[in-house]
């Protein structure tokens, strides 16, 4: 039996009826209401479109930065193997056995040599002798006697010991008036006509032979005014008063007797340590020429 639909005056309404619009889909509210609807489905469309771009950026961020730690993984793992220590060869093994002499053997590592199926295998290390270091003992300094330190009156450190052990003198007497006399300066000449490094004049030069050649000779000057300062301890009986009677019993331009012996005395105690250790003085020491 075929179905119909009731009409509007079956339904006891007239198309006119103010209780319902047959065409209330077409009403201006309806019609508004339906654009409401529309704007709010574009707009939520428009939300998902920018989450989806945003889950799509992040996604791909995500994998660039897997990338970028995977490769700095990759290419800290060799320097990782080339740190680690290689093991030592034992002794004996390589050279046939025997181990040089001063001689430590360490394994120095191959390259890797690839084969056809493409598998890694490590070759065999190889012993390279190695020359060992050893600390080098400086040996015994060199004797007093052929050393000069880099001082002015020290410097002819090896005449005073030379001069020194021929009269007896102390060497540090006898540098204690090249101090006070000349500065250690071996051309020095006094205004009375005294000369060289110990001031002799020349009449003691003249009466010991020295030739006038060699007054200003180091060693000859040296040995003749330790000579003659010999000569004056003997004579008073006591380094004081020889010292004294060595510059004599006066005052000149620079200085007086007692004055003179005091100032020698005072380098003589300068002197005297240096001389005895001059390893040990903070001084340079230089060969002797």
């Not at 680690?84 to 004996?92: F, N, R, S, T, W």
């Not at 880099?150 to 204690?176: H, K, Q």
């Not at 000569?231 to 005052?251: L, M, P, S």
């Not at 250790?277 to 230089?286: I, K, Q, S």
Request: hydrophobic share 40%; glycine share 8%.
């Amino acid at each position: 039996m075929e179905r119909r639909l009731p009409s509007w005056g079956e339904m006891g309404l007239g198309e006119d009826d103010t209780r319902l619009d047959p065409d209330w889909w077409s009403s201006a509210l309806t019609q508004a209401a339906g654009s409401t609807d529309r704007a709010t489905a574009g707009a939520w469309r428009a939300r998902l479109r920018r989450l989806d771009r945003s889950v799509h950026t992040v996604f791909v961020i995500g994998i660039v930065m897997v990338m970028v730690f995977g490769i700095a993984a990759a290419q800290q793992s060799p320097r990782n193997e080339m740190r680690q220590p290689q093991p030592e060869i034992g002794a004996g093994q390589g050279n046939g056995g025997q181990v040089p002499s001063g001689a430590s053997l360490t394994a120095t590592p191959t390259r890797a040599l690839a084969t056809s199926d493409r598998s890694q295998t490590a070759a065999t290390p190889t012993a390279q002798p190695t020359r060992s270091l050893k600390r080098v003992s400086p040996g015994p300094p060199p004797p007093l006697a052929s050393v000069r330190l880099d001082e002015p009156v020290l410097f002819w450190m090896p005449e005073i010991l030379a001069a020194a052990e021929r009269t007896g003198v102390p060497a540090s007497l006898i540098a204690g008036i090249i101090k006070v006399e000349s500065q250690g300066d071996p051309d020095a000449v006094s205004p009375a006509g005294a000369r060289g490094l110990m001031q002799v004049m020349p009449d003691h030069l003249h009466e010991q032979g020295v030739n006038s050649s060699r007054w200003h000779d180091p060693a000859t000057n040296i040995q003749a005014g330790a000579l003659l300062l010999k000569w004056k301890i003997e004579a008073t009986g006591n380094q004081w008063d020889g010292v004294r009677h060595y510059f004599g019993i006066k005052c000149d331009a620079f200085t007086c007797t007692e004055e003179y012996a005091t100032r020698v005395y005072r380098w003589v105690d300068h002197y005297a340590p240096l001389i005895a250790a001059p390893y040990d003085a903070g001084v340079r020491v230089m060969p002797a020429r």
